[in-house]
């Protein structure tokens, strides 16, 4: 049985419509991912789930329960890291996580937590003088306070140097290692890649696709990048008339474009070159990644 | 519960750890009290009857500033959301914050008052009351500060609010400005405001009746926090994003503001518009400034075996060496008299039973006419001679100058009295720092001079000077006539500067004052 199912969300500011009629599941123990450009409406799906937004329509189940109806109990069931959250300044580690942990009736000990995630060192310095990536550990801590089934991360990595975000990203796969249900929102595709079992790629307010990355990519294998290097520089004329050249673009002497039957098109290429007497210096071929299925979806970079 | 408590114990390390917070919290209530001290430093017992003033400006601004502060800075941060993710509920988390703040609301005022007492001022005559006077206090302005809170969309909104509650509150709300000083209409607006029950209430548990003389007071700080209370918990919101404009809650700022009208009406109803406060707690004698000094080296003190109220024997008698205040003017006396509540000091030359025995030697050895307070001060000012007062003030003095030789009260059989009363003329505006202070004493020293023979009115207003508390005090209640502003007053403060102006006038009757 899918541990939260969503079924026809719609919710609107004034004017503007956040999510029209999202649906989706995400099944026990898998990590979900939210994929979408900015303003695509995965924050406000993802807050209306945890009870942060009053949805204008559709249904939320949680763990089993109506978490439209029941906000309080599934509120016990999850674990939580917003976007935007802070914590006061002048509080430590140890005495937020000591706060939220009597919040619930069975949460987990402060001193396990800071362990876990790498907070020992750090349990009595106050918030404002933590890094970045400590910030978002210890958010992280506070989202397992509550001992949670499932765990909703939007755009955790967001603005974490390198080093830190390979971090975060291995406690996520930790948490599907240890049974947790995890819905993640990003705009990192390669994120997604990698971390998701399955995503569900949204823009405008609705989801436009949905599986795993992997079968997203496979659905879109007709697509191939071809990127190849000249002696001297092309224009459009020289290629013009060669069926299956989509994306065409040039950077100096690299020419790319992309192509749905990349040995019937690359063969007329070499051939059109080859009779013009222009020498190709390097040649590359790369099937299509979960970017090129977002570009091919929604039309536009997520960055 | 035990998510309160821990959020309650967490709140108040934070406050306790922002530096920013500390000084607004309690070193700033110090500031004021420190300027009331210097302010008032004629009186005869330091900050006594400013009490009800300096409390109310630590919990107006704990309540009004930092407590909206803070919400609004949190939720601004995210830190209410997140709250909101957890299974706890909004009632418990508003509970414990608004606990917070009473701890360090309460806190605040018990330093103020260590400080008080330190300065001289004598215990708060009804502890207990005050401890319940100063907890409906804050309940009025902490359900003014979670308006605010729920109005304000960001911190720099909340330091608006504030100022346009805080700044009206102190000048004609009665918190910082005496009432009896403010042209009515200020006075009728007074009464829409909690500053003012604030004030009264706290100083009628400070050095009044206690809290049974102000039950409408209570009522009504009641009435303005819970109409707070009931807007805020209907405003409330979790979330900076969700602006109050654009809230369809806003409305229910209309109840907390209904709760400031229907107390205004309800005390306009009542004809309770007229100042009610700082008159001391009934009965007894009441306690005299001493009046004034001649001597230089002992330490000084009434001569008049006056009777002191307990408070006020305590404080003089435990503080040889008051604070470095300006002393109002003293007569001289042996350096071995101490006060007593139980004995009045021995007096090195003969009590004289009347006026008319007065002589020039008495007065020569009992007065000094160069430690009054100056003219220019704040303390029984009198204009120089050549001032021209402003067109108002002038009509004023006119009009008084017209009516005194018929108001009833200066013409009182008994030339004592008599005096006695025209002095209060010039008293009372200076005890209400009403306009016309500097320019009153004018005019009753020419009705003095018009009316009394020279050598019997040097003997009187020596008489006067010794004797403050004697005599009739009725002729206050008669000063409507003159156009001053009516009500209760301070008899103590009255009849004290009465007698620094009898001495005033008599230096210049003597040429010992210049007059100009």
């Known amino acids: ?303 | 519960m035990r998510a309160s408590l821990q959020h309650l114990g967490v709140s108040l390390k934070l406050h306790y750890r922002n530096k920013m917070a500390l000084i607004y919290g309690y070193l700033f209530p110090l500031i004021f009290l420190l300027a009331f001290w210097v302010l008032y430093r004629y009186e005869s017992v330091p900050l006594v009857r400013h009490m009800g003033e300096l409390l109310t400006v630590s919990v107006l601004g704990g309540a009004c500033f930092g407590l909206p502060t803070t919400m609004v800075s949190e939720r601004e941060r995210g830190v209410w959301r997140r709250y909101r993710l957890a299974p706890v509920s909004t009632a418990a988390l508003v509970s414990s914050t608004v606990a917070a703040r009473y701890v360090i609301l309460i806190t605040a005022g018990l330093l103020q008052l260590a400080v008080a007492l330190a300065a001289g001022m004598p215990l708060p005559r009804h502890p207990a009351e005050l401890f319940a006077a100063f907890a409906f206090v804050s309940f009025a302005f902490i359900g003014v500060g979670l308006v605010m809170a729920m109005m304000a969309d960001n911190v720099p909104a909340v330091q608006a609010l504030g100022q346009c509650i805080f700044l009206p509150m102190l000048i004609i709300g009665g918190v910082a400005v005496p009432l009896a000083s403010l042209p009515d209409w200020a006075q009728h607006v007074s009464m829409f405001f909690p500053g003012r029950y604030a004030v009264d209430t706290l100083q009628a548990c400070v050095n009044g009746a206690g809290i049974a003389g102000v039950r409408f007071n209570l009522l009504a700080l009641f009435i303005i926090g819970a109409g707070g209370c009931i807007a805020a918990a209907k405003m409330f919101r979790w979330d900076s994003q969700q602006r109050f404009s654009r809230r369809s809650s806003k409305g229910w700022v209309t109840v907390a503001l209904a709760a400031w009208v229907l107390v205004g009406v309800m005390a306009e109803y009542r004809g309770r518009v007229a100042t009610q406060r700082a008159t001391p707690a009934p009965p007894g004698p009441v306690a005299a400034t001493p009046p004034p000094a001649r001597t230089t080296p002992p330490p000084t003190v009434a001569t008049t075996a006056p009777t002191l109220s307990p408070e006020e024997t305590r404080a003089l008698s435990t503080s040889p060496s008051p604070p470095p205040r300006e002393a109002p003017p003293r007569v001289n006396a042996p350096p071995e008299t101490k006060p007593s509540a139980n004995a009045a000091p021995q007096l090195p030359h003969p009590v004289k039973s009347s006026w008319q025995e007065v002589t020039t030697d008495d007065i020569d050895r009992d007065l000094i006419f160069d430690r009054l307070p100056a003219d220019g001060g704040i303390v029984t000012p009198i204009a120089p001679a050549d001032e021209d007062p402003d067109p108002e003030v002038a009509d004023h003095v006119d009009y008084i100058r017209q009516m005194l030789p018929s108001w009833q009260p200066g013409k009182a059989a008994d030339p004592v009295q008599r005096v006695r009363n025209l002095l209060y003329v010039a008293a009372v505006p200076d005890v209400q720092q009403a306009q016309i202070e500097r320019f009153a004493p004018h005019v009753v020293y020419e009705r003095l001079q018009e009316d009394i023979p020279k050598d019997q009115l040097i003997k009187i207003l020596y008489w006067i000077a010794l004797h403050p508390t004697d005599g009739d005090d009725s002729a206050v209640d008669q000063v409507w006539a003159l156009r001053f502003t009516s009500g209760a007053i301070d008899m103590q403060q009255v009849r004290d500067r009465a007698a620094i102006y009898a001495v005033k006038l008599l230096g210049r009757l003597l040429g010992k004052i210049p007059e100009g």
């Open chain 1, 1 to 303: 049985m899918p541990n939260v199912i969503v079924r026809e969300l719609r919710k609107q500011y004034g004017d503007v419509v956040a999510a029209r009629g999202v649906s989706f599941e995400i099944e026990r123990g898998e990590i979900f991912g939210l994929l979408g450009p900015n303003g695509s409406g995965k924050t406000t799906t993802l807050e209306c789930i945890i009870g942060l937004r009053e949805p204008d329509h559709g249904e939320i189940e949680v763990a089993g329960i109506d978490a439209r109806r029941d906000p309080r109990s599934v509120k016990r069931h999850i674990g939580a890291v917003l976007q935007t959250t802070s914590l006061q300044d002048k509080i430590t580690p140890r005495e937020a996580l000591a706060l939220f942990a009597s919040f619930y009736d069975d949460a987990s000990r402060p001193g396990d937590l800071l362990q876990r995630f790498a907070l020992l060192d750090k349990a009595d310095v106050t918030f404002d003088s933590l890094s970045g990536g400590q910030r978002q550990r210890l958010a992280l801590a506070l989202a397992f306070v509550s001992r949670p089934e499932l765990v909703f991360l939007d755009e955790p990595t967001t603005g974490l140097d390198p080093q830190s975000r390979r971090e975060l990203h291995a406690d996520i796969v930790r948490m599907r290692a240890d049974g947790h249900t995890v819905l993640l929102t990003t705009h990192y595709i390669d994120e997604a890649e990698q971390l998701c079992d399955r995503i569900a790629i949204i823009d405008r307010g609705q989801i436009i696709a949905s599986g795993a990355p992997r079968d997203l990519i496979a659905g879109s294998t007709m697509y191939q990048s071809v990127s190849l290097v000249t002696e001297r520089v092309l224009d459009a004329a020289a290629l013009d008339g060669i069926p299956g050249i989509e994306d065409l673009a040039f950077d100096g002497t690299r020419t790319t474009f992309r192509t749905p039957s990349v040995s019937r098109t690359l063969a007329a290429v070499l051939q059109r070159l080859d009779a013009r007497g222009i020498a190709v210096t390097d040649l590359s071929v790369r099937k299509a990644t979960l970017e090129d299925v977002f570009i091919r979806l929604t039309g536009s970079s997520v960055d």
